[in-house]
């Protein structure tokens, strides 16, 4: 090597553009009672599955914005008809490796599907989650609009990475 030359370095690995994640987990929602007790009918129709995807975009450091898309499920009190729930969500997340602190706001359709017909409600989603190699806790809050019922929410699940990270 001749003297003041530079060797050549490989290159960097670079970190992808986007990162997209998917998963689910089980979520419980404090409903009003609908009786001065709760028995184990109204119990069970607060729990919901859920399945969850995002698409992120990095913005710098640690910092990470995008977006999330969600559908809900679960059964009613009397188990006569089938409850869906489709939050759509902004979200901004900070990282810092396997720990992430991710916030969450944005829209909350839900929706009654009976033999008797449908009812449909609408509110806004505003919650956090926190996310530890991929095992998350999250605690949100509806704030319901029109027919929709407000409510908080709490749930445990996994994301797991599709693209990038």
């Known amino acids: 090597m001749r003297s003041g030359a530079v060797a050549s370095q ?15 987990g089980l979520y419980y929602e404090l409903l009003p009672l609908s009786g001065a007790t709760l028995d184990l009918s109204q119990a069970a129709s607060s729990l919901r599955g859920g399945l969850l995807g995002d698409l992120m975009f990095p913005l710098g450091g640690a910092w990470k914005l995008g977006g999330e898309l969600g559908l809900f499920f679960g059964l009613d009190a009397g188990f006569s008809s ?76 996994y994301l797991f990475p599709i693209v990038g990270k």
């Open 10 to 24: 490989p290159p960097a690995a670079t970190k992808s553009a986007l990162s997209i994640e998917a998963g689910g």
């Open 82 to 157: 089938s409850l869906l729930e489709l939050p759509l969500n902004a979200k901004s997340a900070w990282s810092s490796g396997k720990l992430e602190l991710d916030a969450l706001v944005g829209l909350f359709g839900g929706a009654s599907l009976l033999a008797s017909g449908q009812s449909f409600g609408l509110g806004v989603d505003a919650g956090a989650r926190i996310k530890y190699l991929g095992i998350y806790a999250e605690a949100s809050y509806i704030l319901g609009l029109a027919s929709l019922q407000s409510f908080p929410r709490f749930g445990i699940g």
